[in-house]
Structure formats: structure tokens, C-alpha cells
């Protein structure tokens, strides 16, 4: 009597195949810098820092649902990855404002995270800092009936209630120490600190009770984990912006 062996080889490798097809195709897909017709207005390699990079492609979606984001990086290290969005059929473009030199990447990626197509591009020129400000260390100052910014400096370390070697470019994952002297108009009012990288606010803090003084001293920190050009805004009760000043994460 012979015995019959069977052996099944390619029916546990069908789900993880399964679960890397992708949820859309990129039939095309380019850096531009302007957008004409719905069309790439050219193909570009090389930018200047304040310019603005659009990623125009052509997609066809594959599965109900789908969606596709951008993730950014500049030297290796990540920038900022915009929110999904759906992965319609025919032509979507998003720009990125080029803030610094160096060189930048866009992955385009499905769902699930699955890099679908990259395209990289060199950027020439200094640091522009967010929103029209001239340089990464510069400053704007506002008004209010509450409280003024005497002093906003910048640090990595508080001690004896004073910031330790003030500075304008930290390392990422450093801890930024942002430190206030104020002018507290009323009896007692509140402050808080917004925080953004690029154009993207990331993080406000919670109100701090500031009391009325010619000279009152507080401070706040982000621990800062992406690479570019940062902001931090000065709030009011009224969430008015009092000061404004920039820094560079390296």
C-alpha cells in the first residue's frame, strides 16, 4: 500500500501578499513649481529656499477608500507629513514652502504607510524662517492690555531663574526652554506659548497666572524632535499674539 504525501507551499504566503498591494497607482508624478491647466508647469531639481515645491500627480485608486499623504524630509531627517487625504482617480497636487538648503525628499505614501513613489529635489539659499520673517532668529512683537514681552530669550537649561547660554539653534530632541520677563498691566492675567514647525502649529501650552509686575519672570519648554525652522508665539488671555521669535532644530 503506498502512502500519498501532500504538501502545500504557496497558501500562507496569499494574506501577506494580500496585504501589500497597494490602495492606488501612481501613473505620474513630478516637482513643479507652479501648477498651469492642472498640469506640472515644469520639472524641477533645484529650488531656492522661500520658493514653493509642488508635488503634482496622477492617481488611480485601486481600492474604496483609499487615501494618500505626503511625508517630507531634508537631509534624512523628517520635516512634517501632511493629513491623509482621499486618493481620488485623475490629477492632485500640495506644496511645501522650501524654509531651508539641503537635500529634500517627498514619499508619497497610501494608508498604511507604504511609500508608493518618491521624489527628491536639492534646495540652494539660507534658512527663511516661517511666514515672511527674514532670518531664523527674528522677531515680532505685538501689543495688549494685559501683560508686555520685556525679554524672550531661548535656552536649553534655567538656573537661579535665569536662562544658561541663550541661543537661537538647538539639536533635535533637545528640550528648548522658552523664557519670559513680563510686564503684567493687570492685578493678574494669564500667558501661554504656541509653538510651531514651519507653517504647522504642533503645540499651545496651558495658561500660566502671571501677577502684576514690572519685571515677571516664567518659563515653559517643548522638547523639539523634527529638523527646520520653528516659531514660538507669546498668547494672551485673548489668544492675541503679544511676541513672536524664531529658531532653527539641526
Do not use: C
Not at 520685556?150 to 537661579?160: F, S
Amino acid at each position: 500500500m503506498r502512502t500519498l504525501t501532500f504538501v502545500v507551499v504557496a497558501a500562507l504566503s496569499l494574506p501577506a501578499f494580500a496585504q501589500e498591494t497597494a490602495t492606488f497607482e501612481i501613473l505620474d508624478a513630478k516637482v513643479t513649481s507652479a501648477i498651469a491647466d492642472k498640469e506640472a508647469a515644469d520639472t524641477k531639481t533645484t529650488f531656492t529656499t522661500g520658493e514653493k515645491a509642488y508635488i503634482w500627480m496622477k492617481v488611480k485608486p485601486s481600492a474604496e477608500g483609499a487615501t494618500l499623504a505626503i511625508k517630507y524630509s531634508l537631509d534624512g531627517a523628517a520635516v512634517w507629513a501632511m493629513d491623509p487625504v482621499p486618493a481620488r482617480l485623475g490629477r492632485l497636487w500640495y506644496y511645501k514652502t522650501i524654509h531651508a538648503p539641503g537635500a529634500w525628499k517627498a514619499e508619497i505614501v497610501d494608508g498604511a504607510d507604504k511609500v508608493i513613489k518618491e521624489l527628491t529635489w536639492t534646495a540652494t539659499g539660507d534658512v527663511v524662517a516661517p511666514k515672511g520673517a527674514d532670518t531664523a532668529a527674528a522677531s515680532e512683537t505685538g501689543t495688549s492690555t494685559h501683560f508686555a514681552v520685556v525679554d524672550l530669550k531661548l535656552a536649553t537649561e534655567i538656573k537661579d531663574r535665569e536662562p544658561v547660554a541663550p541661543t537661537t539653534t538647538f539639536a533635535a530632541k533637545s528640550k528648548v526652554f522658552a523664557w519670559l520677563k513680563l510686564e503684567v498691566k493687570d492685578p493678574e492675567t494669564q500667558v501661554k506659548l504656541r509653538w510651531s514647525q514651519g507653517e504647522k502649529a504642533v503645540y499651545t501650552s496651558d495658561p500660566v497666572t502671571v501677577k502684576q509686575a514690572p519685571g515677571w519672570r516664567t518659563w515653559l519648554y517643548k522638547t523639539v524632535d523634527i529638523a527646520g525652522a520653528w516659531k514660538v508665539d507669546v498668547l494672551d488671555t485673548e489668544d492675541k499674539v503679544v511676541h513672536s521669535t524664531q529658531f532653527n532644530v539641526n
